[in-house]
């Protein structure tokens, strides 16, 4: 595991040190300031072959994502098994491949980000961590919190799916429900972190959670044999994995360990009642503007605005991808479809993914011959009150 080198702005550039705990970049002269990239001097790295060097080390616990070790900050992980999920064949697509996201601790894509952003609140001495949620984080958060003995406090809106309230109590945490969205939780947290000595772990506010879901880039492309899919569907609240992916794809190229100038085409995906990213994309926009109401049974989407917003809509046209609004009409019908057809109980998010790429593929837009990696970002079991609602189920059926 290499030495951080330095912490990058993702605005300014500017350079900040990593041996203390960091938050936003403190030179930024424009507001809001930048969220920081955790860099590595690569060079050491550069013209090896992945397969010497990805991997479990001997004698050490570093499987799941801790594979990749090489490009991961010199610290003991807090792991419950995050990482390496299943590249699943679509039954019906050749070329459709879905990240199965849901097989994770604590059952969703945010296990990565919050293990690493975990490890390394341990790593520097940090005693409390607070957390805005819109659930899975909640839950993420809570659990690698007390794998570490941290404490976590957990900001969520009241109306989450019961699931991620169930598990961030059953952790231990300290959980508050909000009335209001997860900006109204981040709100919140901003307030009060000062006098009760929180450190903010929320998205892009530090450096690590985005380090952690880079893995999911790393892993795609190795599920592949060290090659780019052509597109990569990406269910977009807050946005970090998409960032972690371009980031990764950065560094993967630097390394020598794939061939640039075929990076995939990445597609951002929305829901209708809350779409933020969409309409700036749309209009030609750097950043997005706050979405009023967000309104959508795929809670994870109802994000009114993302912090990462500049690097999201730079990261979609840089790949010549775009951003894709699906109705939840859409993607509940998806959402059955692939739980009858397929086998797999996707998450409202993963659905509206995998709704748009039936989209764009029923119009030409994409080709059945096109590589196309959806992800499904958790497990649809912690959504049953929506999915019980889409499936019409009784009251006397739910019982
Ligand atoms: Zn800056």
Redesign the pocket.
């Known amino acids: 595991m290499p030495a951080i080198a330095y912490l990058e702005?993702s605005?300014?550039?500017?350079r900040l040190r990593a041996d203390v705990p960091q938050t936003l970049?403190t030179?930024?002269i424009d507001q809001p300031?930048?969220a920081l990239y955790v860099r590595y001097d690569l060079n050491p790295l550069a013209g090896t072959s992945p397969l010497d060097v990805v991997g479990a080390r001997q004698g050490e616990p570093w499987s799941g994502m801790w594979r990749y070790h090489a490009v991961l900050p010199d610290a003991i992980p807090v792991t419950l098994g995050e990482g390496w999920t299943p590249m699943l064949r679509s039954r019906r697509y050749a070329n459709l491949f879905l990240k199965e996201e849901g097989a994770n601790p604590t059952g969703s894509f945010k296990a990565r980000g919050l293990a690493l952003a975990v490890t390394m609140a341990r790593h520097y001495g940090l005693k409390k961590l607070a957390i805005p949620s819109a659930g899975n984080a909640a839950g993420a958060l809570a659990a690698y919190a007390t794998a570490s003995g941290i404490e976590a406090h957990i900001f969520m809106p009241r109306d989450v799916p019961l699931a991620n309230i169930v598990e961030a109590t059953a952790y231990g945490a300290k959980v508050t429900l909000v009335d209001g969205v997860i900006s109204d939780c981040a709100r919140i947290v901003g307030e009060r972190k000062q006098a009760e000595g929180w450190f903010d772990v929320s998205t892009l506010k530090e450096p690590f959670r985005v380090e952690g879901k880079k893995t999911m880039g790393y892993e795609l492309v190795e599920q592949l044999g060290w090659e780019y899919p052509d597109a990569v569907f990406y269910p977009t609240g807050g946005g970090v994995g998409l960032i972690g992916m371009w980031k990764a794809f950065d560094e993967l190229e630097q390394l020598g360990w794939v061939k640039p100038g075929r990076r995939p085409r990445m597609y951002a995906i929305q829901s209708t009642g809350c779409a933020p990213v969409v309409r700036a994309f749309n209009e030609g926009a750097a950043v997005s503007q706050m979405w009023t109401s967000p309104q959508t049974a795929a809670s994870g989407l109802r994000v009114p605005k993302a912090y990462g917003d500049y690097i999201i809509l730079d990261a979609l046209r840089a790949s010549g991808g775009k951003a894709v609004a699906v109705s939840d009409e859409e993607t509940f019908a998806s959402l059955k479809d692939w739980a009858a057809e397929e086998g797999v109980f996707l998450s409202p998010e993963g659905a509206a993914a995998m709704a748009a790429y039936a989209r764009l593929i029923a119009s030409g837009e994409l080709k059945p011959s096109d590589r196309i990696v959806v992800f499904n970002t958790g497990s649809g079991l912690k959504y049953t009150e929506v999915i019980a609602d889409a499936l019409g189920l009784s009251a006397a059926e739910r019982r």
């Open positions: 702005c605005r300014c550039h500017a970049c030179a930024c300031a930048g």
